[in-house]
């Protein structure tokens, strides 16, 4: 059984544009769009059409939210506190990303057995960022991992090993439709959350976090309950099983650091500086 995603030949060439482009920009945030241009061997027209159709922004709006001092931005500008936002589901205003989110947490015991007794589907797609691989139980995603920066193998063995007991089935078309509402946006979904009671507590906080927006993880453990348990929240974000729909990519640090992310930082900045250019105001 081969674990390597497909690559549709136009999907893949656009990502492998973007992931370059992404690093020169992420080198250096002030290089022109003909130096840009210049290094992935393209006229500065034919860039800006495919980035701009790629991410939704011009290469020079994505520019400025790559900038180090974005977090801190994010942070001072786009800040929300948990305790004022709604716990029973939210509606994303973004253009990508206008999805509706329901949310069903399995019995402890069902983590505790490692999966015993559950079927997971599971299959490759393509994303913004890279290669994802999305698992899914009868009752909705319960896995989103990214191979961009790890490799496509490393990712199906670290979901594999949240539910070492369950049986896994590849099945891309039955989870296509899925995929298509997660990273191509609209529709509603439903997730299914496998972990511990403690680390469900801090997942369904981060669902709370409203698209485009940034908390901490103290705010997070306050609005959990537990205020002191800061570094617990942090290990709980970093074990979230499902990238992007439930944004742990969205809990930075007091400081304005970015923290650790799980599937890669280059990719947690991108999905960061992907939700502000395509949610705020005026955005092209």
């Known amino acids: ?29 002030h290089q022109s769009l003909d130096d840009l241009a210049r290094a992935l061997d393209m006229s500065p027209a034919h860039f800006q059409r495919t980035f701009s159709g790629w991410v939704g922004v011009s290469p020079k709006r994505y520019q400025q939210y790559l900038t180090l001092d974005h977090a801190r931005r994010l942070l001072a500008e786009r800040f929300t506190v948990l305790d004022t936002v709604g716990e029973t589901g ?10 509706f989110l329901r949310w069903e ?8 057995s490692g999966g015993k007794g559950l079927t997971i589907r599971w299959g490759w797609f393509d994303s913004p960022f890279g290669p994802a691989l999305l698992m899914a139980t009868e009752k909705g995603i319960c896995g989103i991992g990214f191979a961009s920066e790890t490799g496509p193998e490393p990712a199906m063995a670290d979901l594999r090993s949240r539910w070492p007991n369950a049986t896994y089935v590849e099945d891309t078309i039955a989870l296509k439709a899925l995929a298509d509402a ?69 809990a930075l640090r007091k400081s304005g650091g970015l923290g650790g992310y799980h599937w890669g930082l280059p990719v947690k900045r991108a999905m960061l500086a992907w939700e502000a250019a395509t949610t705020e105001d005026g955005a092209a």
């Open 105 to 112: 947490a399995m019995s402890p015991g069902t983590y505790a």
């Open 90 to 99: 939210l509606t994303s205003g973004g253009r990508l990303h206008d999805l």
């Open 1 to 29: 059984m081969s674990h390597v995603p497909p690559h549709d030949p136009s999907g893949s060439y656009h990502f492998n544009v973007m992931r370059r482009a992404l690093d020169l920009i992420d080198a250096n945030p």
């Open 182 to 250: 997660a990273f191509g946006g609209g529709g509603d979904l439903h997730l299914s959350l496998i972990g511990a009671p403690f680390q469900i507590k801090v997942w369904e906080a981060l669902l709370s976090i409203p698209t485009g927006h940034v908390t901490t993880y103290s705010q997070i453990a306050g609005a959990i309950g537990k205020p002191r348990a800061v570094r617990a929240v942090g290990t709980a974000v970093g074990r979230n099983p499902i990238s992007w729909l439930i944004p742990c990519h969205r």
